[in-house]
């Protein structure tokens, strides 16, 4: 339920603290004077759209904030603590608009995006226009009303993700049927250059262990005479290595009484000597045993121009032909089993499709059960709305071949407004007068089923007026007997059934104007009621009657 309402700097308001009660609250005042400013700041803190005209003229910001007691509400409570919001029975919800247009959203003090504001607000109030009778000739509304009345909610999101997997699935299922002639063709290319690849059967490193290979070999005949030359250099008689290291050592052993470092030097000759050696070994082992191979030396070339002329098929560094060699192979083998893929996807298509139908079907079953009910408590409320010739009625036409998100259902409302002609559309049959009393007649209907403890009604009771408006007032007040109504109207026979009463009133100076909102007492209430009824100029009979219906007015129960 609210209970406090706090507006700053808003439109027309500079500064407003509203306390709320249980029941009908009526929310009065002359034309312009602002009445649905209060309701226009409550559906900010609700998640509606800011604008930064709303902020008042001069001012950096508006400010609202709403507190609600929702200790008979569970479901804002388990919203609350399971978005660690809160646990209290009291929630406050705040928006601020700056003036540049932005806005931040508050809940239980903790920033909160719009979209949760939305949510939350949802279960805590219920908001109808003056204008619903507009959107009442479209039948997406008659649909949504319908899934509203009937608790609709986790079967129609339950019908919307199945149907979007069963579409998904679809989609993918004929652009792989579509494609066959282009896959087809892949297919025969891929095949073929997986088979060359194959064929070339390129090892990893094999490539490098060749240009390596083929560099020696096509080297051979300078490697083999610069090992003559090295060999020559160390084994010659007279001026090889060798011998002049020989001749070295002895000139070092003819010396006596050498000092250290001579011995030093001695050994080092000497091991040096050892070194060339074991190197005239292994040099005369590698020109023994080197041949020059030119066979090898044309296959190996053979091999890599093989490799270079596929990688340059494919326009790509011989380097990259083995992850090339990868990538085509798995590609090869997942539209080799595209036909076997083709026919699993269909099978999921045909699952998807026949889950989604069954939950449309049953979705569709409770629509037919409601709308009898619904349609059956509309005509009562179209009785005693002076309607008595009307005939209001749901119309379903169930087609699989038209599914959708929704449902499998076409839904309409329809009326007959003279006796003996047929239930046509809305906006075909009903006069303005009419459609705004079907209405709020369903209005009222889906309202009594409604969980949420808030209804908020903004001047729905337009376009009627005498006994039909005196009826108005008596639902509303019924409405509020085990909840909380707040109602903006211009009617007497409604304001007058109000548990409490609320007035709005302008005041206009040459560069501003401001309205303020007040409880009315008693006295002051009997002359705003006569006021709606008979103008400025009120006269004693004028408050006789309205004193005589607000008396009438506090003690209805229908």
């Known amino acids: 339920m609210l209970t ?17 009660d249980a029941g009908m609250t009526a929310i009065t005042g002359e034309t312009g004077a602002g009445k649905s400013i209060l309701l226009d700041a409550l559906s900010l803190t609700l998640g509606d759209r800011a604008d930064a005209d709303r902020v008042r003229q001069g001012k950096e910001r508006a400010d609202i904030c709403a507190t609600f007691d929702i200790s008979r509400i569970p479901q804002a409570r388990e919203w609350l603590m399971k978005n660690e919001l809160g646990n209290d029975s009291e929630c406050l919800l705040r928006r601020v608009v700056t003036r540049d247009g932005r806005s931040r959203g508050y809940i239980n003090g903790k920033p909160s995006p719009i979209t949760q504001l939305r949510e939350l607000g949802e279960m805590m109030i219920d908001l109808h226009s003056q204008h619903a009778h507009q959107s009442l000739l479209k039948k997406t509304t008659h649909q949504r009303l319908l899934d509203d009345y009937s608790g609709n909610s986790e079967a129609l999101t339950q019908c919307r993700q199945q149907f979007k997997h069963w579409q998904t699935l679809q989609q993918q299922f004929d652009h792989l049927k579509n494609n066959a002639d282009e896959v087809n063709a892949r297919l025969q290319l891929l095949r073929y250059q997986v088979q060359e690849l194959n064929s070339l059967g390129l090892e990893p490193g094999e490539l490098e262990q060749l240009e390596q290979e083929q560099q020696q070999l096509s080297s051979a005949d300078s490697i083999l005479q610069s090992s003559q030359q090295v060999a020559l250099l160390c084994e010659d008689e007279e001026a090889g290595l060798a011998q002049l290291l020989n001749r070295a050592i002895q000139c070092l052993g003819d010396i006596d009484n050498k000092p250290p470092a001579l011995n030093t030097v001695a050994d080092h000759l000497f091991n040096a000597q050892v070194e060339i050696q074991e190197a005239q070994g292994e040099l005369r082992h590698h020109i023994d045993t080197f041949e020059a191979d030119p066979e090898r030396l044309q296959w190996v070339e053979d091999r890599l121009s093989g490799v270079y002329e596929i990688a340059r098929k494919h326009r790509i560094n011989p380097e990259e032909l083995l992850a090339l060699h990868q990538n085509l192979a798995e590609e090869l083998a997942s539209l080799e089993g595209s036909e076997g893929n083709l026919d699993l996807l269909e099978t999921e298509v045909t699952s998807a499709k026949e889950t989604y139908l069954s939950t449309a079907k049953q979705l569709s079953e409770v629509r037919q059960q409601q709308a009898q009910t619904l349609q059956h408590n509309i005509n009562q409320q179209l009785d005693l709305l002076s309607m008595k010739n009307a005939q209001f009625a749901v119309a379903i036409a169930t087609d699989a071949e038209k599914a ?12 007959s407004t003279n006796p003996g002609q047929p239930p046509k559309s809305l906006g075909k049959v009903a006069s303005g007068g009419e459609l705004s009393r079907v ?33 108005v007032g008596q639902l509303l007040r019924t409405l509020g007997q085990d909840g909380q109504v707040i109602c903006v109207t211009h009617l007497a026979q409604v304001a007058s059934k109000a548990h409490q009463h609320l007035l709005v009133h302008k005041q206009s100076t040459s560069d501003s104007a401001q309205s303020t909102l007040t409880h009315l007492p008693q006295p002051d209430r009997i002359k705003e009621i006569a006021r709606m009824m008979s103008g400025e100029n009120l006269g004693q009979q004028s408050m006789t009657l309205a004193e005589e219906m607000i008396n009438q007015g506090q003690q209805l129960a229908i």
């Not at 729905?460 to 039909?468: L, N, Q, R, S």
């Open 404 to 415: 959708s998100a929704t449902g499998i259902d076409d839904i309409e409302f329809l009326i």
């Open 4 to 20: 406090h309402l706090s507006v700053h700097n808003f439109t027309l308001v500079d500064e407003l603290e509203l306390e709320l």
């Open 439 to 471: 209405s709020l007649a369903i209005q009222v209907v889906t309202a009594q089923s409604s969980t949420t403890p808030t209804l908020v009604f903004d001047e729905v009771d337009v376009g009627i007026g005498g006994a039909t408006a005196d009826v």
